[in-house]
């Protein structure tokens, strides 16, 4: 069936290093691969989103790649941040819905 | 404000007695959705709805029900709640009829069932 598989599940860096979060998906008519950003005690919120029709696309210190053809798209934050600490969930396309991820814990050491 | 609400935000119960989570918005979004949130097993779908009167089951629907009578009203139907559906619950509206936009999400609702 449809899945999406995300690594790695928890993921430590210093302030100003670079995170680089990944994942995979099998459904090959997916179309649209969002990202969200789960703060503690929060609810998940769109922080980049991309098509199938673009490869990359960047928004300030947050990019996303997409290779369709290995069926991969990547999350990339650059010049982490301490407020860059949560839970990321990648998500894939399916029939009529959202296939999500399990989600990468990001914790950003001063 | 654009949002999604969502009651109760905690609800603690018994295994059999029904309840409803109750979920609005005021977006006038076609499409809306629950999901539950279980640790290490990200966000599943439980059902989805893409306008008045079209539901449609999602990954893992088993114990749950839902309606679309109204555009903005989506409730989450536990008949006979057990242990297993403890869980953190949210509901998501988007302006699409697929699932190809944005999702705005609801607070969350905890659920405790002992």
């Known amino acids: 069936g449809e899945n999406v598989e995300q690594h790695p599940s928890t993921l430590s860096v210093q302030e100003g290093d670079s995170a680089v979060i990944k994942c995979t998906y099998s459904?090959?008519?997916?179309?649209?691969f969002p990202w969200y950003k789960q703060e503690l005690g929060k609810r998940p919120q769109l922080i980049i989103d991309i098509r199938s029709n673009v490869g990359e696309k960047k928004d300030q210190r947050i990019a996303v790649t997409l290779n369709k053809t290995a069926k991969h798209f990547s999350l990339h934050i650059t010049e982490t941040q301490p407020e860059d600490s949560a839970v990321y969930f990648c998500a894939a396309t399916g029939t009529d819905k959202l296939i999500f991820g399990t989600g990468t814990r990001l914790q950003v050491f001063p | 404000e654009a949002q999604v609400t969502q009651n109760p935000r905690y609800l603690i119960t018994v295994t059999g007695k029904k309840l409803t989570v109750t979920c609005s918005q005021n977006?006038?979004?076609?499409?809306m959705s629950w999901y539950r949130q279980d640790p290490g097993l990200g966000l599943r779908q439980i059902y989805y709805s893409m306008n008045v009167e079209v539901t449609d089951k999602g990954d893992v629907p088993e114990g749950y029900k839902v309606s679309r009578k109204e555009k903005r009203n989506f409730p989450l139907i536990l008949e006979s709640p057990s242990p297993n559906q403890t869980s953190l619950y949210f509901c998501a509206s988007s302006p699409s009829t697929g699932a190809t936009y944005e999702q705005y999400f609801g607070p969350g609702t905890r659920l405790t069932v002992t």
């Open positions: 977006m006038n979004h076609e499409y």
């Open positions: 459904d090959s008519a997916s179309n649209y």
